[in-house]
């Protein structure tokens, strides 16, 4: 088993814009993103570059916000929420090909439940994500949607 064969990177904040009053529990990966005034980022988050969160968000623990994303104000992040950026067009990952993913944009006082996977869509104002569910169409409509895939609740 010889030497040393590979190189430890640590977690790390760089390149990134924070407004007021943001609190961040370490350990956590941020680079290249805007965090506005008041928001809140857990343990083991990573939000990577070109990516923007609105004031009085929340980010708990274990999520992962890829590249493109942008959430508004006031909404609340579950734990373990993964963003993805990369639907797999041509049957199978990007490589690194940027001009095949998509953008992700999430509206104001929106809610996602833990476990929830957002693929690259628009999620309009005042919308809550059931915990688990997945979301592969724009919401339009605020509610509540739940399931994989998510569907709105009818009350």
């Not at 760089?14 to 980022?41: H, L, M, Q, R, W």
């Not at 623990?61 to 942008?70: A, G, N, W």
């Not at 990007?94 to 628009?122: M, R, Y």
Request: hydrophobic share 40%.
């Amino acid at each position: 088993m010889g030497g040393i064969n590979f190189i430890l990177h640590e977690s790390k904040i760089i390149d990134t814009s924070f407004g007021e009053n943001v609190k961040i529990v370490g350990p956590v990966n941020i680079y290249g993103s805007v965090i506005a005034d008041n928001c809140f980022v857990g343990p083991f988050v990573e939000i990577q570059s070109n990516t923007r969160i609105g004031s009085y968000t929340k980010i708990q623990s274990h999520s992962f916000i890829c590249e493109l994303v942008s959430i508004g104000s006031h909404c609340f992040i579950g734990h373990g929420v993964m963003f993805i950026n990369d639907k797999f067009s041509d049957g199978g990952p990007a490589n690194g090909n940027k001009l095949l993913w998509g953008q992700t944009n999430i509206g104001d006082h929106v809610s996602i439940g833990s476990n929830s996977t957002i693929l690259p869509v628009n999620i309009c104002n005042h919308v809550v994500i059931g915990a688990g569910s997945v979301v592969t169409k724009d919401i339009i409509e605020p509610g509540i949607y739940i399931g994989n895939p998510a569907v709105k609740l009818n009350k």
